[in-house]
């Protein structure tokens, strides 16, 4: 079992729509949880950390759920920019950060 | 450009031959971190450097990969008599604390042919 899992997609959706992509880790020592995107053979950017209350920046929510060791990520009115390859991190402390195999996200005019 | 380097950006070699990669963090993050990543995956942790030393290395890595951080600024990263198997591409990445978000380089892609 990976210690990061994630539904590799890919996601279709139009211009406008609201997206949600789900992920779920394994390590319940984990401390630290991120999402990151990656556009086709780019290095990955950090797109937002996660926090237990929930956060949001801009059209982007994450949310946490230590007890399902669950995480997510909402956007709304999805823009053509957004299509990417979306990454789940989790981080159990110092080094040991674990890359989710990621989501493709396709929006389309 | 104030963000982390990779150099170079492609490196195509054949079967049986050394290649060495370099990375320059940012200057003021004291953690640095190689990565690989293959077509379809997450990038796959390789080692970790806190300044100049290197304190964690994958179960992963064989014998023929080696880094080296000498004065906690720049790191290389080197394979020997590479195989195809190595075809990747190689992300080296920085911080500044464990739990914070990492900044990578454009990585650096290498074919074995």
């Known amino acids: 079992r990976k210690e990061v899992e994630q539904d590799p997609g890919p996601f279709n959706v139009p211009e406008g729509a609201t997206v949600a992509f789900n992920c779920t880790y394994s390590?319940?020592?984990?401390?630290?949880f991120f999402w990151y995107r990656q556009d086709c053979r780019k290095e990955p950017k950090l797109l937002m950390s996660?926090?237990?209350s929930g956060n949001e920046d801009g059209r982007f929510t994450a949310q946490l759920n230590r007890a399902s060791q669950y995480i997510s990520l909402l956007i709304r009115d999805s823009k053509l920019s957004d299509s990417a390859t979306y990454l789940c991190?989790?981080?159990?402390?110092?080094?040991?950060?674990?890359f989710g195999a990621g989501t493709r996200l396709f929006v389309k005019a | 450009d104030t963000g982390v380097s990779q150099n170079p950006r492609h490196k195509i070699t054949k079967r049986g031959q050394n290649v060495t990669f370099r990375c320059d963090p940012i200057?003021?993050?004291?953690?640095l971190y190689w990565y690989r990543q293959t077509l379809g995956q997450g990038p796959e942790f390789l080692t970790y450097?806190?300044?100049?030393?290197?304190?964690?290395k994958s179960r992963l890595l064989s014998d023929r990969f080696s880094a080296e951080r000498p004065k906690g600024s720049f790191s290389t990263l080197e394979i020997q008599r590479t195989e195809q198997g190595d075809s990747a591409m190689y992300l080296c990445?920085?911080?500044?604390?464990?739990?914070?978000?990492?900044?990578f380089g454009s990585g650096t892609r290498l074919t074995v042919v």
């Open positions: 990445a920085s911080s500044s604390q464990s739990n914070y978000g990492y900044t």
């Open positions: 390590n319940s020592a984990s401390q630290s």
């Open positions: 996660v926090y237990s």
């Open positions: 991190v989790a981080n159990t402390g110092g080094f040991k950060t674990i």
């Open positions: 200057s003021e993050h004291n953690r």
């Open positions: 450097f806190q300044n100049e030393a290197q304190l964690e």
